[in-house]
């Protein structure tokens, strides 16, 4: 994968923090980050009942200054969905100029767009 990017990542389920990867796996993964000179974005809301701080805690102390999380305001959710601030390019995604998930969005088009050209 050459343009990886986690939004709101939510395994494994129950817990704060941690990751759904073997540590083999992880391994490789960082060895391919480095070697490859890639990043992984990540993004949530505060507060996600699914996705919290911890979870992004770790995937930064797991990848260093491979990772790049991003954590939105609650508030810059869109609101009216029925559920709480979660899926931010998606469901709670306010697809105008100027607010956070847009410029989520358009974050991620860029990083797909220069690795993915």
Do not use: W
């Not at 990867?21 to 480095?34: G, N, S, Y």
């Not at 890639?38 to 992004?56: A, I, N, P």
């Amino acid at each position: 994968m050459l343009a990886p990017v986690l939004s709101q990542p939510s395994l494994p389920l129950g817990k704060k923090g941690g990751m759904h990867i073997a540590p083999d796996e992880l391994r490789c993964i960082k060895d391919r980050l480095e070697d490859e000179d890639l990043t992984v974005l990540g993004y949530c809301f505060e507060g996600d009942s699914f996705c919290k701080k911890e979870r992004f805690d770790d995937y930064q102390a797991a990848l260093g200054d491979r990772f790049k999380g991003t954590m939105l305001a609650a508030k810059s959710a869109r609101p009216g969905t029925g559920q709480p601030p979660h899926s931010v390019v998606t469901r709670h995604l306010i697809d105008e100029d100027g607010e956070p998930t847009r410029a989520a969005l358009d974050e991620i088009i860029a990083f797909y767009n220069l690795r993915l050209k």
